[in-house]
């Protein structure tokens, strides 16, 4: 592949809403700075309050009076499909807008672009495997009953910065298949893929309002967030946030899914190889320098081996390649804005305060003069409620506690307000599981960091409400009603939904 500063857009200075592209209201502009040299990576227009008024009224024409609902799941799929195409198409330049955008390694990002295609095809497929019509026998044994699901109506899709293709995407798509309008609100740290993903739609003939693209600030966020005409709030990002969003919601009985932080912690078990678990724990808090909201950033180690995981972890961190995220050799990239380094750098000083000790990291990495670079960070002798172990840090740091044992382990994992993700490192599948069950996290894997797109993903506690991915998440869109009728209706005897 090769890399320019930039990433070719159609119309970089308008706005898709209503089918169209258009000039914002206002003269607002969003810079996208990379994180690598801090250059100017795009420039694009940023929407103010009048035009978030125009896309929810143009979402909302859509669903009440346009085709799109009225289409079969099998339809709407194929215009899915056709957008599909056209993001295949242009996966350089999805892959290029990781990196510029957020410092993502250039021989990752692609990886992760291939994630969010696959969530196309996912989605598109269950159009014919989702139980949209199920029938179901009355208590009384007269007449027939049907649970249908319907869409909810329109929806906001809101997107954080560190994965903002991915997570866009695994909202966008089902929304659609189940038959709803959507305005996209990325975060404005990461507009690029949600402007290819508007090129996508109009390409695929998306019916005007279906689809509209909202970059802004959270000020013009907050419009959809408060609107009556919204019906569904989707957000992923900061607990502070959804926090607030939830609030609002809940006053205007809205609905919303909020997939939020995580401070998720890896369960060493007594019989796991020490060198083994190092390389994983080191490789898990370096991916995207820690800026994951699952990331593993909690390594609960047994109390008799503490001082061999010390040495292990660090050494394995110690030998990870910070730089340019262009560079085949590099492991690790930059953070992905100046903001976000300050605040790594502050929970580092807060770790050492509160007494801590720093084995690794901690400071710019030599050589790096330029741009948002950390060196991987470990922090030994932490207790559980030190204020590093216990809020998210969203960088590449990871705090190593001590378990006396198995009970012990699981106590510390769940001293925690947050339940998103977690990890059970043992070879013995029986005590995984008995581990995995005792931990109060919305998804645990055995022996890796493991993310499945089929699979439904969201957290516990103040790591979110509801959930995304596969079918259950596909649910999430969409409304249950139920029918009471004499008899079948001649579309479901003649097999059709």
């Known amino acids: 592949m090769t890399y320019s500063s930039t990433v070719p857009l159609a119309r970089p200075d308008a706005l898709f809403i209503d089918g169209t592209w258009r000039e914002s209201a206002s003269d607002r502009r969003i810079t996208v700075v990379s994180p690598h040299d801090e250059s100017v990576a795009a420039t694009v227009a940023a929407a103010d309050a009048a035009d978030a008024q125009a896309s929810i009224a143009a979402a909302r024409r859509a669903f009440d009076s346009g085709p799109w609902p009225r289409m079969t799941p099998r339809e709407r799929a194929e215009h899915l499909a056709r957008m599909g195409e056209h993001l295949r198409a242009r996966s350089d330049d999805l ?182 678990a190092a390389r994983t724990l080191a490789f898990v808090i370096s991916m995207f320098s820690g800026q994951i909201c699952a990331s593993l950033t909690r390594a609960i180690v047994p109390k008799r081996r503490y001082g061999d995981f010390v040495e292990a972890i660090g050494a394995a961190m110690a030998a990870i390649r910070v730089g340019d995220p262009t560079d085949p050799a590099s492991q690790m990239g930059p953070l992905a804005m100046a903001r976000q380094l300050e605040t790594v750098r502050g929970y580092i000083d807060r770790g050492t305060r509160e007494g801590a000790r720093l084995v690794t990291g901690g400071e710019r990495p030599a050589g790096l003069d330029r741009g948002h670079y950390l060196a991987p960070t470990l922090f030994a002798d932490v207790d559980s409620g030190h204020g590093i172990a216990q809020e998210e840090i969203f960088g590449p740091v990871l705090s190593l506690i001590a378990a006396e044992d198995e009970a012990d382990a699981i106590r510390i994992a769940n001293d925690s307000r947050y339940g998103l993700y977690g990890a059970v490192f043992t070879d013995d599948v029986d005590a995984a599981y008995r581990v995995a069950r005792g931990i109060r996290a919305g998804a645990v894997t055995q022996n890796a960091f493991k993310m499945d797109p089929r699979l439904p993903f969201g957290g516990f506690k103040q790591s979110g409400i509801g959930r995304e991915g596969g079918l259950v998440g596909l649910a999430g869109y969409t409304d249950t009603k139920t029918l009471l009728l004499d008899a079948l209706p001649s579309t479901l005897v003649a097999g059709t939904r």
């Open 95 to 276: 892959a290029r807008a990781y990196t510029l955008q957020v410092g993502a390694l250039a021989s990752v990002a692609p990886f992760l672009v291939g994630g969010g295609l696959q969530i196309v095809d996912d989605v598109v497929s269950y159009a014919d495997t989702f139980d949209w019509v199920r029938e179901d026998q009355p208590t009384d044994g007269q007449g027939k009953a049907l649970i249908v699901r319907e869409p909810l109506g329109t929806v906001a899709a809101i997107a954080p910065w560190n994965a903002p293709f991915t997570i866009m995407l695994n909202k966008v798509m089902p929304a659609l298949l189940a038959g709803n309008s959507v305005i996209m609100k990325p975060a404005p740290e990461t507009p690029i893929e949600a402007f290819i993903i508007a090129e996508a739609a109009a390409a695929a003939g998306l019916p005007a309002g279906v689809l509209n693209l909202l970059p802004a600030d959270r000020d013009v966020a907050n419009e959809l967030v408060v609107s009556d005409g919204i019906d569904k709030v989707s957000f992923t990002g900061s607990t502070a946030a959804g926090r607030q969003i939830g609030a609002i919601c809940g006053g205007r009985i809205g609905r919303c899914t909020l997939e939020l932080g995580g401070k998720s912690a890896a369960v060493v078990l007594d019989d796991y190889d020490v060198e083994t």
